[in-house]
């Protein structure tokens, strides 16, 4: 052990990891390379740049949540099921009624609340494994909503329809408002209480616990924040497909992409560390994969195979960093 | 018992750890059929001894030898293989698996490369009944007792035809009845040639089933006698014999202050008919052996497991540990005896770990890092107790156990509870640290706190405590004086004299 003592306190963001810049540089020059090397030089302008961060969206909302679960020490495999509710219960609602999109919207996030809330219960007072928890009241909402709804119900107003298409200028609401989402997930993360509560509790849930920490709280809150931002991806894809059907959040893969962009990200599924920026990363990796593959008019699939050697690699580097570090 | 080679002979065992030296000059020999009791305090090389016993770790010098050959063990499985098992205090049965499954784990018998099912359970069955014991082979290891498992340890051991069998403290979790019942069957297995090494720091135990005694104190073996050479005084002085130089930091010269925490009648599952009272200024330690109930008084006061009955005031004011945030709240604070689970968040940073508490209960909209729960603030604290890192941001599982448990302390201290509760502070902590660590204690209890000491450790409760109370089988067994003798202290917390003569009837 060394004897020097840094008193200087790091600064915030050096608490995480040095995930982010690499991931950012890693999709910054896949998608400019694969730009340059296609020829089509024009995706490199504002357009073609928004549209990338259009794919961000719906999955960079929801794995901005399930980076809270995930750093609590839990999980959330019920967000790709919560999505297709919210967008089918808020395009039902609506009707294409404008007056109705704020009873709509209302309702949504007050539904999905509950939902975070019936998770974190479930987890902290019934101590049902998080993965078990969620994969069973995910089953329930999917079940729950293919007896109700069948196809698309409803639509949505135009009105609505500005969610997705509408901007400041070029840049779309969307886009702004995922990152104005991030930084406020991230300034919840590092400098409110709850924050604080949250790496505790996924450091050490008994730790927590014995040093007074209301540990079922603070895992039910993560689950309600992770369970409100399916809400509002659900939202935001109703508003995109001006209508919901009980299949988008499935066909989405929500749930275990989401998960993939926060481990990528370098939050530890263990729980205890990590952040929402390391996650945006995650998000932009895999949009930039997705652009990549579509300028080069390449199916689908082999896409799947490259993000699953993604998470499998970025896992096992963050594993093998961590044990060499030893001080 | 000498005339022929003995089974087991460690000759000259040396072993040196980083800044430890676990065994010096160690020689230890048990005779075919003969119980050789191996006691020590904590610490004293016990473990270490077995550990090269059994393979898993190699002596730096010395030479064992299993009936006058010699032999190296690279490995626990060679060990094994030369008819040495080992029976820890943790048993090791999977608990989903049956008892014949269990016994065979590992060497199971095949019939034309498929699993020998019936061989296994007759096998099973017979060397149950070699060992007096009706248990099924087909019953699940986890839903027998403690008692019943003990038995299929050494079933298991048997069924590699262990000549040599260690049991590591085999009686600690069971009751009298159980208790004696294994010391009869470790008895009958010596009439059948097997050796056996027996651990245990119980001394009417020893005084009943053992043919010789070897103990152990800091790595040397400072007696080796046949049973009727070695009362019990006698052992027990060779346990604890040492010199305290000024290793503990001096007892406070002022009276202590008001009564901080009382405790009337208190009991739950474990206690019962607990009574006690802690003065401000005041270092109170609790002694017992494992199980005695002296870490469910702490677990108790914290609110971890709480008392069910009887009351509890702090300060004069009655209150009621519910639950940890409850006590924490009502002016207790508790420092874990495992600091890994029950402590610290491993892979986040010293200063992190040094602010819990204090986040546990800032209020609900402010920063966590504001007030005393500042990077400042905290750093002050770290540096005051001396916690060396290399910054205060290196994630806190890579430092020292010494500077951990101040990482801990530093916690404590910046919520400055009215009690602070110290489970065996000075567990995996270097000699060095140690004595900080008293000093942190007792400059903590000058500044008008009371600490309770929960501790196993002997010497410590004795040279640090101004008054020690001695728990034994879920009660007090009584109370001494702060500097007490380590023997009145043990004889407490085993019932010596009572106990030894129940057990010899």
Known sequence: MSESQALVPAPAWRRGSAAPPLLLAGSILLYVGVAFWTGQTKMLETDGVIGLLERMVALGIVALGQTFAIIAGSIDLSVANMISVAAVLASFIMHGRADMMLAAVLVVLAVSALVGVVNGAIISRLKVNPFIATLGVGLILQGLLSASFTDFAGSVPREFQAVAYGSFGVVPYSVAALFVLAALASFVLWATRFGAHLYAVGGNAEGARLAGIRTDLVTTGAHVVCSLSAGVTGLYLASRLRSGAPWIGRDGVYDLESIAVVVIGGTLLAGGRGGVWGTLAGVLLFASLDAAFNMMGVSAYPKLVLRGAIVIAAVAVYTVRTRGHVA | ?505
């Open chain 2, 1 to 505: 018992m000498e005339q022929a080679a003995l089974a087991l002979e460690m000759l000259n065992i040396t072993k040196t750890f980083p800044g430890v030296q676990a065994l010096d000059d160690v020689s230890f020999g048990c005779a075919r059929g003969e119980v050789h009791a191996l006691c020590g305090e904590n610490g004293a090389g016990k473990s270490t001894l077995i550990k090269i016993l059994g393979g898993v770790y190699q002596p730096d010098s010395g030479t064992i030898r299993l009936d006058g050959r010699e032999v190296a063990f690279s490995h626990p499985i060679a060990a094994r293989r030369a008819g040495i098992s080992i029976i820890h205090q943790e048993l090791s049965l999977l608990p989903n698996r049956s008892v014949a499954e269990n016994i065979f784990l590992g060497i199971e018998p095949t019939r034309f490369g498929l699993l020998d099912r019936r061989t296994m359970r007759e096998e099973a069955r017979r060397l149950l009944k070699r060992l007096g014991s009706s248990v099924a082979p087909e019953t699940l290891a986890g839903d027998l007792s403690i008692a019943h498992q003990q038995i299929v340890e050494i079933a298991k051991a048997l069924a590699v035809d262990a000549r040599i069998l260690v049991m590591d403290e085999p009686t600690a979790a069971l009751d009298r009845v159980d208790a004696s019942r294994l010391l009869d069957l470790a008895r009958k297995l010596s009439t059948e040639d097997v050796s056996i090494v027996f651990i245990s720091h119980r001394m009417p135990e020893i005084q009943t089933v053992a043919d010789r005694v070897t103990v152990l104190k800091d790595g040397r073996t400072v007696m080796t006698a046949p049973l009727a050479e070695a009362p019990t005084s006698r052992l027990v002085r060779a346990m604890v014999g040492r010199d305290l130089t000024d290793f503990y930091p001096p007892r406070s010269s002022q009276p202590p202050g008001a009564v901080a925490l009382t405790v009337r009648h208190a009991g739950n599952k474990r206690l019962h008919g607990i009574s006690f009272e802690v003065r401000a200024g005041e270092i109170v330690g609790v002694a017992g052996l494992e199980g005695s109930g002296k870490n469910a008084v702490a677990r108790a006061l914290i609110g971890d497991a709480p008392f069910e009955s009887g009351g509890m005031e702090i300060g004069g004011r009655a209150v009621k540990s519910r639950n940890p945030r409850a006590a924490i709240q009502a002016g207790l604070g508790r420092l874990s005896d495992d600091r890994k689970r029950e402590g610290l968040l491993m892979q986040q940073s010293v200063r992190d770990n040094a602010m819990l508490i204090e986040r546990a209960f800032a209020p609900p909209l402010g920063s966590p890092t504001a007030g005393p729960m500042s990077p400042e603030a905290t750093d002050k604290r770290l540096i005051q107790l001396d916690v060396r890192a290399t910054s205060f941001d290196q994630e806190v599982q890579f430092l020292s156990g010494g500077n951990q448990q101040r990482v801990i302390i530093a916690r404590w201290l910046a919520r400055n509870p009215e009690i602070l509760i110290f489970c065996e502070p000075t567990r995996g902590v270097d000699v060095a640290a140690k004595a900080e660590i008293y000093k942190i204690m007792r400059e903590t209890a000058n500044r008008g706190r009371a600490i309770l000491m929960v501790s196993s450790d002997l010497p410590e409760i004795v040279g640090v405590s101004d008054r020690i109370l001695v728990m034994r089988e879920g009660a007090l067994a009584g109370e001494l004086s702060g500097g007490a003798a380590e023997e009145d202290v043990m004889a407490l917390a085993v019932a010596q004299d009572r106990e030894s003569q129940a057990m010899a009837s």
